[in-house]
């Protein structure tokens, strides 16, 4: 394993925000986790937990009120190079070319055209959509939009790859397609991911360590090692270890999302 | 995915006709000739029932006068000189009309200064305003421009203003990610973003910019095909008269099909087909 010192220290983050009526909500309390460098981890919890509030923290989108958050030392207080992030949604330039798409976060950095044409193509090599970079996305399917979306994170070569429910607007088959991808992408330059879901399985077959976040406000249940061999294929799925690791995060969330089950659980 | 886009008229945005079929297609435009056809035949039948050559000819004199002004130059010169103020009118409400919305778009300030004006314009009858322009530009081509301008402009403004400001929100948000200054975010998402309500808003402009075209030649000053209809009507001419009319038609609905077709160009990345 690579896995090394912690990378991001959140550190009893606090978030509030005020609703149009004015009344505060009390989104994020007391969060505190390290994310260590070169690992894989989710970030699982019922909608609403404010775990999307927290990634859109981490990439310095969204402001907090208490705590600190501070990767490699340095507080956050903006978007940086250093992350990148995959959208739920994909938020892709409807307007613009598959290629000029991923090739927008360069355009910011004062990176030469040429070299920004050169970039994105390499990026959506790796995310195998070479054929289609002078596509518009509404012509491509949901998966294949967003593999737009992670060739665009890629371009940067963040350090950081912040993932917001990446796949969670997708058909279970294109789900597990695009996870497996993902894995193959990650295991061959091993960026640090923060990767937030509410699907157990996903979490489970994707990462190191699983933390479980509670409703809102969003604190943290408990944070799971996945000791399962990095070299994942969808069989792990079946194995007895695997479904172990799901039933007990299963259980830990039941126990908050409908508090009158816990006791049939 | 979808914003509620929700320009004024509409526009692409909002539209998602289904892609027409071949067998349908042939049976709108066959219903459509027939329906003219039925237009003309009822009118020929009227003019030739009621009419008189000097109140209200039957359709196929309108036609014979028709086609014997395309064969001289009077017509010709008359519709240069009626096009000259839509162009110059037309153009300056573009330049005008997108500068202002940008603005409003960025202040709030300006947005809340400038709505209440356009909102007039779009609304209140123009042609009260004729004196006033003709006290400020005499009675020659500006005046006529200046109608035209103020027949197009706010609705330009309008769209383009609500245009740029209902913008995908996630779209600007994956911008800012992505580290992009305001240059850029205008550049690659704001513009972009808000082309359908603008050409939406230039489409309509477009429509109220050739009423003001015509509205200037018959009550400002009589030129151009203005004159003519008024020369014609003078000496008991129907027949003339109604073909300039209907030449009148045919610029409206050119100039209109040629912004539809940049309509069209500009948004194709949303995949309508029409």
């Given amino acids: 394993m690579t896995v090394g010192a912690p990378l991001i220290s959140i550190d009893r983050v606090q978030k509030h925000y005020r609703t149009q009526s004015g009344a505060p909500l009390h989104v994020l309390d007391g969060v505190s986790f390290d994310v260590r460098d070169n690992e894989f981890l989710s970030i699982l919890g019922p909608s609403g937990c404010g775990k999307s509030t927290l990634l859109r923290i981490l990439d310095g989108l969204t402001p907090y009120d208490g705590g600190s958050i501070a990767i490699d030392g340095q507080s956050v207080s903006g978007p940086g190079p250093d992350r990148a992030v995959v959208f739920q949604n994909f938020a892709l330039l409807p307007w613009s070319s598959v290629l000029d798409n991923v090739a927008f976060p360069l355009e910011g950095r004062g990176v030469k055209s040429a070299e920004r044409k050169e970039r994105a193509r390499a990026a959506l090599d790796r995310v195998g959509l070479s054929d289609f970079e002078e596509h518009y996305p509404r012509t491509l399917s949901g998966g294949m939009q967003q593999r737009v979306g992670l060739a665009r994170a890629l371009v940067v070569n963040p350090r950081i790859l912040l993932m917001d429910e990446p796949f969670g607007a997708l058909d279970a088959l294109t789900r597990t397609f695009l996870q497996d991808e993902l894995l193959k992408i990650w295991s061959r330059d091993r960026k640090t991911v923060v990767f937030v879901t509410h ?27 996945v000791s399962i061999d990095r070299e994942r294929a969808a069989e792990v799925r079946d194995t007895p270890e695997f479904n172990e690791l799901v039933a007990h995060m299963r259980h830990v969330l039941r126990g908050v999302v409908h508090p009158e089950e816990a006791g049939l659980a | 995915m979808v914003a509620s886009l929700r320009p004024i008229g509409g526009g692409p945005a909002v539209s998602r006709a289904k892609p027409t079929t071949w067998p349908r297609r042939v049976l709108v435009l066959g219903l459509r000739i027939g329906l003219l056809v039925l237009i003309l035949s009822i009118w020929e039948w009227a003019g030739r029932t009621f009419g008189t050559p000097f109140t209200f000819p039957p359709f196929s004199a309108v036609a014979e006068a028709f086609v014997q002004l395309l064969g001289g130059t009077e017509l010709w010169v008359s519709a240069a000189i009626t096009l000259e103020s839509f162009l110059f009118g037309f153009g300056l409400a573009l330049v005008v009309g997108i500068g202002t919305g940008l603005l409003a778009a960025r202040s709030q300030v300006f947005d809340r200064l400038s709505a209440v004006y356009l909102r007039i314009l779009m609304t209140a009858p123009l042609a009260p305003l004729v004196p006033l322009l003709i006290g400020l530009f005499g009675i020659g081509l500006p005046s006529r421009i200046a109608l035209v301008f103020l027949f197009s402009v706010a609705v330009i403004a309008l769209n383009t203003r609500t245009g740029i400001q209902r913008v995908d929100a996630d779209l600007l948000q994956m911008a800012r990610s992505f580290g992009a200054g305001e240059v850029l975010m205008f550049r690659r998402v704001r513009f972009p973003g808000a082309v359908p309500a603008i050409m939406a808003g230039v489409r309509l402009g477009a429509g109220r910019a050739v009423v003001g075209m015509v509205v200037a030649e018959l009550i400002i000053v009589s030129v151009g095909l203005g004159r003519l209809i008024n020369v014609y009507r003078g000496r008991f001419k129907a027949a003339e008269m109604f073909a300039v009319v209907i030449v009148i038609l045919i610029i409206g609905v050119a100039i209109l099909l040629i912004v539809k077709w940049l309509e069209r160009r500009l948004t194709a990345w949303k995949g309508e087909r029409t």
């Fill in chain 1, 199 to 225: 699907a157990i399985d996903e979490a489970v077959y994707l990462s190191d360590r699983v933390v479980i976040m509670s409703p809102r406000p969003g604190q943290v249940l408990e944070i799971v090692d």
